[in-house]
């Protein structure tokens, strides 16, 4: 319980080197991800992060810290009402 008071007052900020890495930092949660598409609860609201060959180098869950190698195509923060609708709206795409 001390570990989410601590996150949900930390600072977040996010850090792309040459497309290829990502660091984020005050992460809550990652709610899916797979190799083109992350989507993950921060202090800061629900952020989406699409590309290809996209994976998880460094977790530290204690202080909400995470690096994604990967190609980066998109970054995009949706509002905390419209979360499912994201996720709808993608598999609503992928199977018309």
């Given at each position: 319980?001390?570990?989410?008071?601590?996150l949900?007052?930390?600072?977040?900020?996010?850090?792309?080197?040459?497309?290829?890495?990502?660091?984020?930092?005050?992460?809550?949660?990652?709610?899916?991800?797979?190799?083109?598409?992350?989507l993950?609860?921060?202090?800061?609201?629900?952020?989406?992060?699409?590309?290809?060959?996209?994976?998880?180098i460094?977790l530290?869950?204690?202080?909400?810290n995470v690096?994604?190698?990967?190609?980066?195509?998109?970054?995009?923060?949706v509002e905390?009402?419209?979360?499912?609708?994201?996720?709808?709206?993608?598999f609503t795409k992928?199977?018309?």
């Open positions: 319980m001390e570990n989410e008071m601590n949900s007052t930390a600072n977040h900020s996010v850090s792309i080197t040459d497309r290829k890495l990502l660091s984020i930092t005050g992460v809550k949660k990652i709610d899916s991800f797979d190799n083109e598409e992350f993950m609860d921060t202090t800061m609201g629900y952020i989406v992060i699409k590309g290809h060959g996209l994976e998880i460094k530290d869950t204690y202080q909400g690096s994604i190698k990967g190609t980066l195509d998109s970054l995009s923060y905390k009402g419209s979360k499912k609708e994201e996720s709808d709206g993608l992928l199977f018309k």
